[in-house]
């Protein structure tokens, strides 16, 4: 490494040589590491190419999910949801135990009982835990997806951001086949009430069963809200709503 001591201030690269701005001033260095064709077809880089090849399979699974739950995602996620997804879906991955090394999937990692308890329970706002949000239990049932609370009082029964006055509550019901990106999302209707001590029955149905192949995953969303002159406003863009994989068969 050398400090650039000309004059002419740049950054990028030129020939083999790289120009940044560090620390200590702007320096120039060598341009270094492996070739991207070496990496491609030398035997003594198989295991990167084959951890490149799952890193990217999960990365992939992970999209599939995501714009799969779009509309219940969008304003229930946090900024880290991309990372911390891809990590579980590479976890999924890994219980595939009949595939080759490097063509693992998950998939096939999702008809095993690990796999599908690495993927449930996904919370995909991590600033606002289903668990830490509502605080009671709700039944859900697997063949329609509906999800109730037989007695619920929100003032009590929910831990909600400061100044939200209302919540809504929705259940989601996907038929996702991770093999084919085939998936079918049906949604409950949104249940909406003030946040006050009234016991109000919460039952959440989606409008059918999904149709298709693959895994039946369950979700539960939570949303608070401000209303102000009649109008409920989302707060802080959705930062405090929560949004969880309840169950996955």
Not at 105 to 131: C, Y
Not at 132 to 150: K, R
């Amino acid at each position: 490494m050398a400090k650039l001591n000309s004059f002419i201030k740049i950054e990028g690269t030129l020939d083999n040589l790289t120009f940044y701005k560090g620390r200590a001033g702007y320096l120039v260095k060598t341009k270094g590491g492996v070739s991207a064709s070496r990496i491609k077809n030398d035997p003594s880089f198989a295991r990167t190419r084959e951890n490149g090849s799952e890193f990217g399979h999960a990365a992939t699974s992970g999209k599939q999910l995501r714009r799969a739950i779009l509309d219940l995602l969008t304003d229930a996620k946090d900024d880290l949801v991309t990372a911390r997804l891809t990590q579980t879906m590479a976890r999924v991955q890994k219980t595939d135990t009949t595939s080759p090394r490097g063509e693992r999937t998950v998939a096939i990692g999702l008809t095993t009982p690990e796999g599908r308890n690495e993927l449930n329970g996904f919370n995909f706002n991590a600033d606002a835990i289903l668990s830490a949000v509502l605080l009671t239990d709700f039944n859900l049932n697997t063949a329609t997806g509906e999800v109730n609370i037989p007695d619920f009082v929100p003032a009590q029964n929910l831990s909600g951001p400061e100044g939200a006055t209302h919540v809504s509550f929705t259940a989601g019901f996907l038929n996702m086949d991770f093999s084919t990106d085939i998936k079918d999302l049906q949604v409950s209707p949104v249940q909406n009430m003030p946040i006050n001590n009234t016991n109000t029955p919460i039952v959440l149905t989606p409008a059918s069963v999904p149709t298709g192949a693959g895994n039946q995953l369950y979700f539960l969303k939570v949303a608070f809200y401000q209303q102000v002159n009649g109008i409920q406003y989302a707060l802080n863009n959705g930062a405090y709503n929560a949004l969880q994989l309840i169950a996955l068969l």
